[in-house]
């Protein structure tokens, strides 16, 4: 450190800050700071061609223009940035680049506003920034560098395969749960319609209600006679179910008595019931064939 | 080096590797002047090894080098992400389910009599798989051919208390009724013929499918 | 269930999906007997996070779920794993992503005006082979142009839970504020000229300067 009034050679932000409105060295060669570009090219083309492709049109461009010299974008020397502008737009013809035709129209929109700043300005008090013809220019280089800004700010954000990957462990052997399907009641019912529509014995139903509280009894009870124990008669009615209940599991003992599927025995006159599956000396259909041929017979008759 | 440093940048580099990485692999992944060598890494896989002892995921070496896995114990419910699409159940086996709920005690051959085709034994399988029929006993005829009734999942799958809420056979009759008072939801039968086959990462839905099942 | 128990199943859930989970994934992995509710697994999710505290992994919630990543703080030393750089985006893409996320639903010819520069066709269509972007309607205007609007897949990829969790915007600043401001001492450092002395050098240079710059 030489001095307190000399800034340090290390340090580049009072470096390139001091003279405020100086233009940013635009190369250096033999350590001198080149600030303007002489007529003859001295960076070889190439390089130049990288350098000037480095912008994404011309909004980026005049912003760099401002950003180099440190110039606030919404006070904007209108006059010099239009030559400087005009400059690099000539050296990108001399090197034949591409020129996209947004470059030419920003040109002619730069010539259009230096052309109305040397008007004289009326200022009205009501709408002062219609008054500076540079506004419509200053809100198109703001909203710009904002989403300029915003796409700096994307690209810095931690993102996978560049900052973070997804954390994996390996699952050997991995299996497929299969889940079954779902069924709603009116597709089940549907389907049992189809099927009595093809059987004839919808056709000769007569009775109006299908005791099907008996059906479940009748599955309930032969449930509770799992073992070829005897039950208690009495034990396989609920009280609590009140006289239709005991109805129910009385036409259910009925009907699986009918046709086989339990036996009933009483030991003596007037002695308890006993309850127990059938063993096949019962009054049974003897085949799958006149089981169905009884089941039509049953919904017929019920 | 710091001990723990290097073992938690091995775990890293073990878990986002994406394959099994070698001593090579995971003493390469350290700045060269942090100066950890082969050593310095087994001895970070022996303490990851150490910690994961008790965890859902283990520190296993492979021919290719180290790989952090799933634990085999552990693989049953993992496995549950990988879900596949119902596919939707065949008219025969709704219609066997159905003979089963009016009719039951019921045998096989009185359910083909009825529906003048053989049952399909895969359907009575896959019923009694869901639960939703039971062997309540055999018909005493040769063969003793089982009897077939419904269980208290299948009232509580389709919402029913008990079998007589099942429209009678009467109001069956009116199909037509039936569809409209049922309001035979289009969209869920949609849903349940949805493409089958597509894994759970496709299938975001599938926690809300078995909600609605239940 | 063991809180252990269940902190370890997620953690092993996480680490199998290789995607993000909700937490109907994460309930879904348990079994319905063993009763562990979405606050069951929040709360485990929660010590797994505080477990990580130190470590070189981090679990994080993104728009699709909850995952398991590398600390970006480590993404020097686990980098090393893969020979090949990460893609590099142009900065013409990032502006154009950028364009996307912050005024979604946005057409081709809105963002051309704002960038001053025709779009470059490859990138929108990089953008939507991503799964970055997505055509998300029409504007009714004649030529009816595609609505562009950004995917979960981006928030996911750049770790974001919402919309919301982009940096916000620079304020626009106006003209008549400014001659104010600048009639102050020390005015000149407002919010967008804030990073102007370090901008000014950094941004021509060379593309590759560019882009890390970003």
Known sequence: ?302 | MNEEYVKYVVEAALLAAGRPLGLDDLTGVFDERDGVDAAAVRAAIDALRADYANRAIQLIEVASGFRVQIRPAFAEPVSKLWVERPAKYSRALLETLALVAYRQPITRGEIEQIRGVAVNPHIVKTLLERNWIRVVGHRDVPGKPELLGTTREFLDYFGLKKLDDLPTLAQLRELEDLRVQLSLPGADAAEIAEPAGAEAPAAPTTPTDAAEAG
């Not at chain 1, 609590?240 to 009918?258: C, D, S």
């Open chain 1, 1 to 302: 450190m030489s001095g307190a009034d000399e800034p340090g050679p290390t340090d580049p932000q009072t470096h390139g800050a001091s003279p405020a409105q100086a233009e940013m060295p635009f190369a250096v060669v033999d350590g001198q700071p080149i600030t303007v570009l002489p007529r003859d090219l001295y960076i070889p083309p190439q390089a130049l061609e990288v350098f000037l492709e480095a912008f994404e049109g011309p909004l980026d461009m005049l912003l760099y223009l401002i950003r180099r010299q440190n110039l606030d974008i919404l006070d904007i020397p209108i006059a010099e940035i239009t030559r400087q502008y005009m400059r690099y737009i000539e050296l990108m013809q001399v090197l034949q680049l591409e020129l996209a035709g947004e470059y030419l129209v920003m040109a002619a929109t730069l010539a259009e506003v230096k052309s109305r700043m040397l008007l004289p300005r009326v200022r009205s008090d009501e709408s002062p920034d219609e008054a500076d013809p540079r506004a419509e220019l200053v809100r198109r280089l703001q909203e710009y560098e904002r989403f300029k800004r915003a796409a700096e700010g994307l690209d810095r954000m931690p993102r996978l395969e560049r900052d973070t990957w997804v954390a994996a462990a390996d699952l050997a052997g991995r299996k497929v749960t299969r889940l079954p399907p779902q069924v709603t009641l009116p597709e089940m019912l549907l389907a049992f319609q189809e099927v009595l529509a093809r059987s004839d014995m919808f056709a000769h139903h007569h009775v109006q209600r299908e005791a099907l509280s008996v059906r479940q009894r009748m599955t309930d009870v032969l449930a509770a006679l799992e073992t070829r124990e005897f039950v208690d008669f009495v034990r396989l009615f609920r009280a609590e179910e009140g006289r239709l209940g005991v109805t129910v599991t009385f036409i259910a003992l009925l009907e699986l008595l009918r046709e086989g599927l339990i036996e009933i025995q009483q030991s003596e006159l007037y002695g308890p019931l006993h309850v127990r599956r059938g063993d096949g000396r019962s009054a049974a259909p003897t085949g799958a064939q006149d089981a169905a041929n009884e089941d039509n017979l049953r919904a017929q008759n019920e």
